[in-house]
């Protein structure tokens, strides 16, 4: 299934891309995987926009997020939006991170 922003954006290369995401098993291939793929201030932002996404997404306002995370207000905004009007990416991932967790606790 195609969403609507992936149509926008849907090529070759990020077929390609998500093809290698999604052949990583452990956090030890995503962290080799990534580090190679990524500069480190790439990591530091993707990573820093999925935390305020998590906290936004909790009902967390924005003090708090920018305490925690570093984030600008506009980095924030920008997520929110994504939340909102987005794809539902981040509720997906959410989703099955928290069901991954509470199946570990079983």
Known sequence: ????????????????????VLALETP???????EDLC???ELKAISQRLVVAKMLSEKCVY???VNATGASTATISRVN????????????????IKAQEEN???
């Not at 149509?7 to 093809?19: G, W």
């Not at 030890?28 to 990534?34: K, L, M, Q, R, S």
């Not at 909102?84 to 509720?91: E, L, P, V």
């Open 104 to 106: 570990e606790q079983l």
């Open 28 to 34: 030890d291939d995503c962290y080799a995987f990534f």
């Open 81 to 96: 939006r994504s939340l909102q009007y987005g794809c539902d990416g981040y509720d997906k991932i959410f989703e099955r």
């Open 63 to 65: 003090t708090d997020i």
């Open 1 to 20: 299934m195609v969403f609507k922003m992936s149509r926008k954006l849907q090529d070759d290369n990020l077929d390609f891309l998500f093809k290698a």
């Open 39 to 41: 500069t480190v201030q």
